[in-house]
Nanobody
Framework: QEQLVESGGGSVQAGGSLRLSCAAS????????MAWFRQTPGEEREAVAT????????DYDDSVKGRFTISLDNAKQNVYLQMNSLKPEDTAIYYC???????????????????WGQGTQVTVSS
């Protein structure tokens, strides 16, 4: 059974950095999109960054371009989100998600993703 487990969240001051990890297990395909989403109370879950299984095709929301980097490890079982120059508006619960796909055009819509982690809290103070 597929399982995603996030870690690495925490509290940091503005301008600081955090690295989120998502450990995937039970994967049954080599072709997938993985994504990081975030959600604040009362708001919809929004895509922060996506990456295709080849590790070469990535996409970022404009709000994090140049500050966040998504990556896969060599075994392609873990996805990371390096977050630099954090801002208070980055405060949210961050989730990783997976979608089996033969297309490297990974969607940003939350309802396209089939399996989710439990989330990890990121808090950025000013």
């Amino acid at each position: 059974q597929e399982q995603l487990v996030e870690s690495g969240g925490g509290s940091v001051q503005a301008g600081g950095s955090l690295r989120l990890s998502c450990a995937a297990s039970g994967l049954t395909s080599d072709y997938y999109c993985m994504a990081w989403f975030r959600q604040t109370p009362g708001e919809e879950r929004e895509a922060v960054a996506t990456i295709y299984t080849d590790g070469d095709h990535t996409d970022y929301d404009d709000s994090v371009k140049g500050r966040f980097t998504i990556s896969l490890d060599n075994a392609k079982q873990n996805v990371y989100l390096q977050m630099n120059s954090l801002k208070p508006e980055d405060t949210a619960i961050y989730y990783c998600a997976i979608l089996w796909s033969y297309s490297f055009n990974c969607p940003r819509a939350a309802n396209a993703y089939t399996n989710w982690g439990q989330g990890t809290q990121v808090t950025v103070s000013s």
